[in-house]
């Protein structure tokens, strides 16, 4: 086997892992948790369907590929729950040490692609960026409503946590965000969530 082809199937396996980080999100129906592959996967296809309700025109494949790499780096980083105040203040420092050594498993030229995604999708400039983002947002919040709020409850999460969060779905997709707020305010007045 060529060392090209012997690299890029070392990477194909090392981001199995990523099916073993479990996230504090639970599968609609009051399922498990759900891992980091899952998140991404929805993430992407979501993207997909949705993609008409992007603020601006998007590059759709580039906004797919970005769901699906954004969090590889949790293979080592872990993930960080993003109400988390402790582990957000080392999640970056984490991520980029996770992110060189998992992309360097593969040739130069791919190494050096995936990080490009990875940084644009976490400087959160680009209208790809700001869209993948609407996604990773949109994606857990949907779950945690089909679970009457259970993953806030759980975590004694206000609705001006979560409001702090969504904020930035609507850089990346206002009638999403029109759809978050009215979620929000849904589980507030149902108790779900709390002032």
């Known amino acids: 086997m060529d060392e090209r082809l012997k690299q890029q199937l070392e990477f194909a396996l090392e981001i199995d892992k990523e099916k073993n980080i479990f996230r504090q999100t639970h599968l609609s129906g009051h399922g498990r948790n759900e891992n980091d592959a899952e998140h991404a996967w929805h993430m992407a296809i979501m993207a997909y ?24 780096v949790e293979i080592d980083a872990g993930d960080t729950y993003a109400y988390d105040a402790e582990g957000l203040k080392t999640q970056k420092a984490r991520e980029n040490a996770a992110k060189e050594r998992i992309f360097s498993l593969l040739p130069d030229e791919q190494k050096q692609e995936l990080m490009q995604l990875f940084d644009e999708f976490e400087e959160f400039a680009t209208p790809e960026s700001k869209f993948a983002h609407a996604m990773d947002n949109l994606q857990p919040l949907l779950l945690n409503n089909s679970n009457g709020g259970g993953d806030w409850k759980e975590h004694d999460v206000s609705a001006e946590q979560v409001y702090g969060r969504q904020r930035k779905t609507r850089l990346g997709s206002e009638r999403l965000y029109e759809e978050t707020d009215r979620i929000l305010q849904e589980n507030i007045r149902k108790g ?4």
Do not use: F, G, Q, T
């Open 49 to 72: 369907v949705l993609r008409e309700y992007a603020n601006e025109p998007v590059d759709i494949a580039r906004v797919m590929l970005m769901c699906l790499v954004h969090d590889i």
């Open 192 to 195: 779900s969530l709390k002032k």
